[in-house]
């Protein structure tokens, strides 16, 4: 997450509004202490979260994943120069058994933001994630498990899924093994 330095950003957007870290929590439903976290690097806050805070900002989430560049019209990101957000935790301090890469960190202003997600482990927590916008994932390699609002989808390699990102959702690996996803996220 330090690559980004997102929580620097998170915190020079929460100054340049003079707000306190209580009132970003208070709206944005996150604790004082997680929103603390975040801007000092100390946790890799998930998609969803990111989502919510860019929201509440009144900004794209891909502002997180951004040089601090000029506007170009295109982009192209090689396969070494891509950077890893390391492994994702939850607002209780657990691992969420993934970590995410942007597919796209120059070009701002985008309608949509690219991830690759790469699920490593079955987690017994199954808490589920919503925000604005909507969500593509593209399975890519292994079995995964969909929570939807109340089903529970088996997604193979070569399924994909398209959905309403306000359904409370969650990506899990069906039997443990990795599982490599294309995610497409809009706000």
Do not use: W
């Not at 949509?112 to 079955?122: G, I």
């Not at 089903?151 to 193979?156: E, S, Y």
């Amino acid at each position: 997450m330090s690559d980004y330095n997102i929580g620097a950003k998170i915190k020079k957007l929460r100054l340049a509004k003079k707000l306190t870290l209580q009132a970003v929590a208070r709206e944005t439903g996150f604790s004082p202490a997680l929103i603390s976290q975040i801007e000092n690097n100390n946790v890799s806050p998930p998609i969803a979260t990111l989502s919510k805070i860019a929201k509440f900002f009144d900004v794209k989430i891909g502002i997180f994943f951004a040089d601090d560049e000029e506007e170009c019209r295109f982009e192209i990101v090689r396969a070494q120069e891509r950077k890893a957000i390391p492994k994702v935790i939850s607002r209780a301090g657990t691992s969420q058994g993934y970590s995410y890469e942007s597919l796209s960190f120059h070009k701002q202003n985008k309608k949509m933001e690219p991830f690759l997600l790469t699920v490593t482990e079955k987690v017994l927590e199954e808490n589920t994630y919503s925000h604005d916008g909507e969500e593509f994932l593209f399975i890519m390699k292994g079995t995964a498990e969909l929570l939807l609002d109340d089903r529970r989808v088996v997604l193979n390699e070569g399924d994909c899924v398209y959905f309403d990102s306000n359904l409370k959702h969650r990506l899990l690996s069906k039997d443990g093994d990795e599982v490599k996803v294309l995610a497409v996220v809009t706000r």
